[in-house]
Nanobody
């Protein structure tokens, strides 16, 4: 059974950085796109970034372009989200997800990791 486990969240000051990881177990995700979503308090869950099966194509929400970077290591069955120049509005619960392709529906979710950007 597939399990997605996020790590790397925490409290960081504005302008700081965090690196999120999402490790998959129980199933190889080589042939799946991998995404990161976030949900702020009182708001809907939104797509932050997605990376294609090969890693050759990535996309980002406009609000994080130039600050966040997604990558994957298929040998480790893991996807990463490097978050730089963090802002208070980046606060929320971050979830990793699997898709057949980035524009397709989410097939599996992780349990989420809290990111809080505050001074």
């Amino acid at each position: 059974q597939l399990q997605l486990v996020e790590s790397g969240g925490g409290l960081v000051q504005p302008g700081g950085s965090l690196r999120l990881s999402c490790a998959a177990s129980g199933f190889s995700l080589d042939h799946y796109a991998r995404g990161w979503f976030r949900q702020a308090p009182g708001k809907e869950r939104e797509l932050v970034s997605c990376i294609s099966r090969s890693g050759g194509s990535t996309n980002y929400a406009n609000s994080v372009k130039g600050r966040f970077s997604i990558s994957r290591d298929n040998a480790k069955n893991t996807v990463y989200l490097q978050m730089n120049s963090l802002k208070p509005e980046d606060t929320g619960v971050y979830y990793c997800a699997t898709h057949l392709y980035c524009s397709g529906p989410v097939q599996s979710w992780g349990q989420g990791t809290q990111v809080t950007v505050s001074s």
